[in-house]
T-cell receptor
Framework: DAGVIQSPRHEVTEMGQEVTLRCKPISGHNSLFWYRQTMMRGLELLIYFNNNVPIDDSGMPEDRFSAKMPNASFSTLKIQPSEPRDSAVYFC???????????????FGPGTRLLVL | KQEVTQIPAALSVPEGENLVLNCSFTDSAIYNLQWFRQDPGKGLTSLLLIQSSQREQTSGRLNASLDKSSGRSTLYIAASQPGDSATYLCAVKSQRGGSEKLVFGKGTKLTVNP
């Protein structure tokens, strides 16, 4: 398996522009997670999906952020409009899903490094 | 709200030394605790997962322990090598607030000098 795939790997954009990050989870995994990593705040969960349904979006910072999972093999995280404070590394992760709460782990993609000028 | 703290934030050791990384968490109601490794510019790789009913897990030169009642975990690395240089993150899966969520510490950046 190729693991979790994210694109683009790097994104530089100007303030006010729309940014779309993409993720392909591991085949057969039922849960998908979007994280943001910054030096100040560390790694924070933004939102997660189970069977393509958003379960917890309490970490989404504000209405400028939105995430979708139209099918089991694809998800997007969109920022519109982008701001300099959104600069961070965004990770996507997937797992086999609930039901094995004490045993299952998450598999992370390589991340998208976003810089908003 | 679960909070995870890792000490120290950075550690530099000579090759061959044994070392311990520390992790503490505020809420003992957890499903498991995991240690991840992150290399620069890369994603996270799971190293060890300790279920809430377990006390420790071992993989090669790595040994992780869990004391749930005191809210502490340690990652022991034996005979460190330059290839061990990376950031190590601790994460707990809390029983409260949703069974899927991982809460991460900010990590310990380890440098092993040849």
């Amino acid at each position: 398996d190729a693991g979790v795939i994210q694109s683009p790997r790097h994104e530089v954009t100007e303030m006010g522009q729309e940014v779309t990050l993409r993720c392909k989870p591991i085949s057969g995994h039922n849960s998908l997670f979007w994280y943001r990593q910054t030096m100040m705040r560390g790694l924070e969960l933004l939102i997660y999906f189970n069977n393509n349904v958003p379960i917890d979006d309490s970490g989404m910072p504000e209405d400028r952020f939105s995430a979708k999972m139209p099918n089991a093999s694809f998800s997007t995280l969109k920022i519109q409009p982008s701001e300099p404070r959104d600069s961070a590394v965004y990770f996507c992760a997937s797992s086999t899903g609930p039901g094995r709460g004490d045993q299952e782990t998450q598999y992370f993609g390589p991340g998208t490094r976003l810089l908003v000028l | 709200k679960q909070e995870v703290t890792q000490i120290p934030a950075a550690l530099s050791v000579p090759e061959g030394e044994n070392l311990v990384l520390n992790c503490s968490f505020t809420d003992s109601a957890i499903y498991n605790l995991q240690w991840f490794r992150q290399d620069p510019g890369k994603g996270l790789t799971s190293l060890l997962l300790i279920q809430s009913s377990q006390r420790e897990q071992t993989s090669g030169r790595l040994n992780a322990s869990l004391d749930k009642s005191s809210g502490r975990s340690t990652l022991y690395i034996a005979a460190s090598q330059p290839g061990d240089s990376a950031t190590y993150l601790c994460a707990v899966k809390s029983q409260r607030g949703g069974s899927e969520k991982l809460v991460f510490g900010k990590g310990t950046k380890l440098t092993v000098n040849p």
